[in-house]
Nanobody, 124 residues
Framework: QVQLVESGGGLVQAGGSLRLSCAASGRTFTDYVMGWFRQAPGKEREFVAAIRWSGGSTFLPDFVKGRFTISRDSAKNTVSLQMNSLKPEDTAIYHC?????????????????WGQGNQVTVSS
């Protein structure tokens, strides 16, 4: 059973930065993608970033490009989301997720395992 444990997040003023990390354990597949989604109250879950573990290719939607960066640490088996220039509309619960294979999918239905989520709150 794959387990994802997130850390980081919290409260920050607009324009500030936060970093989320996700540690994965129990993985049995060799080629996989890790990603981040977020969900604000009353809204659908939204794709934020994905990274292919082998090779490090990334995919981010336009609304976070230039502000958010996803990276991985192979030695620690963790993935991180560095969030800069945060806006109040970035406020949400952020979930780490993973799927087998190589497709950098922006669709939550394509992912198999999910972390419990961490709150990110950006004040204006």
């Amino acid at each position: 059973q794959v387990q994802l444990v997130e850390s980081g997040g919290g409260l920050v003023q607009a324009g500030g930065s936060l970093r989320l990390s996700c540690a994965a354990s129990g993985r049995t597949f060799t080629d996989y993608v890790m990603g981040w989604f977020r969900q604000a109250p009353g809204k659908e879950r939204e794709f934020v970033a994905a990274i292919r573990w082998s090779g490090g290719s990334t995919f981010l939607p336009d609304f976070v490009k230039g502000r958010f960066t996803i990276s991985r640490d192979s030695a620690k088996n963790t993935v991180s989301l560095q969030m800069n220039s945060l806006k109040p509309e970035d406020t949400a619960i952020y979930h780490c997720t993973t799927r087998a294979g190589r497709a950098l999918s922006p669709h939550d239905k394509d992912y198999d395992y999910w972390g419990q989520g961490n709150q990110v709150t950006v004040s204006s």
